[in-house]
């Protein structure tokens, strides 16, 4: 059985029924926002909590698609951590950190899928990584942690540009940005990457941001 209780945060993408989950997670502790995705699509991307060691400050979202780079969303929030007074496990005796420390950016994207859109999908992820930036100056340089399904592979130009913060798009074409195309997809173990690091699936990538 899959146990909570060592996990801070929680970080998902093609969340359908938002409500069922967010009142499974409430019960053990935990509060999160969701946003859907625009056009038809019924699911979206959330972020969840555990109350008794953050609170939420800030959060805010992306729609690429008014940018025209299709319905894919992200979200930003910034969480403050709470700090235990005194060994007791009575929630009233928390408070917020110093305002210099303590606070983190959790992002979340889901990238398109489609292989052959490799330049939508670096669109979306520098869309995400400048206003994250943004988000973390006016925080006092909050670290950042990225997370995600960013439909590509690790080493790919794509995963290089998130890593690394740039990339010379010449010569590269739309459909080798991802690295999907000579990927191969296991069903079996679709997030893997220790076994096999060409498989596809969600990447986590935590760093900050400059």
Same mark, same amino acid.
């Given at each position: 059985?899959?146990?909570?209780?060592? %996990?801070?945060?929680?970080?998902?993408?093609?969340?359908?029924?938002?409500?069922?989950?967010?009142?499974?997670? *409430?019960?053990? &502790?935990?509060? &999160? #926002?969701?946003?859907?995705?625009?056009?038809?699509?019924?699911?979206?991307?959330?972020?969840?909590?555990?109350?008794?060691?953050?609170?939420?400050?800030?959060?805010?979202?992306?729609?690429?698609?008014?940018? &025209? %780079?299709?319905? $894919?969303?992200?979200?930003?929030?910034?969480?403050?951590?709470? #700090?235990?007074?005194?060994?007791?496990?009575?929630? !009233?005796?928390?408070?917020?950190?110093?305002?210099?420390?303590?606070?983190?950016?959790?992002?979340?994207?889901?990238?398109? /899928?489609?292989?052959?859109? +490799?330049?939508?999908?670096?669109?979306?992820?520098?869309?995400?990584?400048?206003?994250?930036?943004?988000?973390? *100056?006016?925080?006092?340089?909050?670290?950042?942690?990225?997370? +995600?399904?960013?439909?590509?592979?690790?080493?790919?130009?794509? /995963?290089?540009?998130?890593?690394?913060? *740039?990339?010379?798009?010449?010569?590269? +074409?739309?459909?080798?940005? !991802?690295?999907?195309?000579?990927?191969?997809?296991?069903?079996?173990?679709? /997030?893997?990457?220790?076994? $096999?690091?060409?498989?596809?699936?969600?990447?986590? #990538?935590?760093? *900050?941001?400059?």
């Amino acid at each position: 059985m899959f146990s909570f209780s060592h %996990l801070v945060w929680i970080v998902i993408e093609e969340v359908d029924r938002f409500g069922d989950l967010e009142e499974a997670l *409430k019960v053990r &502790g935990y509060s &999160g #926002i969701w946003k859907m995705r625009t056009g038809n699509a019924v699911d979206g991307c959330a972020v969840f909590w555990r109350t008794s060691r953050f609170r939420l400050i800030h959060e805010e979202s992306i729609q690429f698609n008014k940018h &025209g %780079l299709r319905d $894919n969303v992200a979200q930003i929030c910034v969480l403050e951590q709470l #700090i235990r007074q005194d060994n007791t496990a009575d929630t !009233s005796t928390l408070h917020t950190s110093s305002p210099s420390s303590n606070k983190v950016l959790i992002c979340n994207i889901h990238v398109l /899928y489609n292989p052959k859109r +490799g330049d939508i999908k670096l669109g979306q992820v520098r869309m995400l990584l400048d206003r994250a930036h943004a988000v973390s *100056k006016t925080w006092n340089d909050a670290p950042v942690i990225l997370c +995600g399904d960013f439909n590509c592979t690790p080493k790919s130009p794509l /995963y290089n540009f998130i890593s690394e913060q *740039k990339l010379d798009f010449s010569g590269i +074409g739309r459909d080798k940005v !991802s690295g999907q195309a000579s990927a191969e997809i296991c069903n079996s173990r679709p /997030y893997d990457f220790g076994r $096999n690091p060409n498989t596809t699936g969600p990447l986590i #990538i935590c760093f *900050k941001l400059h």
